[in-house]
């Protein structure tokens, strides 16, 4: 694997990080994941957008979203991959001062691409999830529109799915309405009306979900955002999880309760056909 760090191209044996960097010392950093699809990074001009917004409220300096985009499209063409995730990792930087983010020096930008196609076997089956135990709250660190390296709350609750032996961890926040996943944002259907949790629940106003919520609007579906207790989400008749890599991955079951008849219903196929046709016709 080839993997773009600090201005060149180097293989992964090679690609190393100081161990006085912020980003590993106090997770001081940002990232962003894509999907290239046929050699082409879907919906790079929103993920670069919502990258430049995150590194100008933590005052870290990044290059211009064209250097990004240029440096994102040659890691994939060096790895030689057309379908792909993509990911973008921003520090601070490395510092000699211990916690003074003013002594860094330059910000620290790694790039990497693996292979992807997708989870065909589980969108005809559906996931499953469980309620994590924690909780999101509206003044955990670096706000809910930014994903920053601070993820341990999100790697805890990925610890409680692994254990429970489901696909994901579903959050609710302080206040006990209904968030988002350790990794995706939720959406569920009742009565024909797409529901979702509003963005100052907090939850990360993720890319797909932000693209399928507008083309949905365009089809004609109903989409409410709002702030929703646990049993608008059990008493549904179908669910479905959405991130960059699974797109839209029907939700079936949580903590052992099936969603409506407990397998992938007809209008997440239809959020998933919408989606799909939006990633045909969308241009990087």
Known sequence: MWIYLNGKMVLEAEAKVSVLDQ??????????????????????????????????????????????????????????????????????????SGLRPDLCGAPTLVITARPFTGYDALYAKGASATLSAYRRVSSRVGEPCMKTLNFMDNILARLEAQRAEVFEALFLNSEGFLAEGSISNLFWIKNGQVQTPTLTTPILNGITREILIVESK???????????????????????????????????????????????????????????????????
């Open 23 to 96: 980003g590993f010392l106090y997770g001081d950093g940002l990232f962003e994941t894509f999907r290239a699809y046929s050699g082409k990074i879907f919906a790079l001009p929103l993920h670069l957008n919502r990258l430049a917004v995150s590194a100008k409220k933590i005052h870290i300096a990044i290059p211009s979203p064209p250097l990004l985009a240029k440096r994102l499209n040659e890691t994939l063409e060096r790895n030689r991959l057309k379908d792909a995730i993509l990911r973008l990792t921003l520090t601070r930087g490395q510092s000699f």
């Open 218 to 284: 365009k089809q004609g579906i109903q989409v409410e955002e709002g702030l929703f207790p646990l049993e608008d989400l059990l008493n549904a008749d179908e669910a479905f999880l959405t991130n960059t890599a699974f797109e839209v991955m029907p939700l079936t079951a949580v903590d052992g309760k099936n969603i409506g008849a407990g397998q992938p219903g007809a209008m997440t196929q239809h959020c998933h056909e919408i989606f799909s046709d939006a990633v045909k016709s969308m241009k990087t």
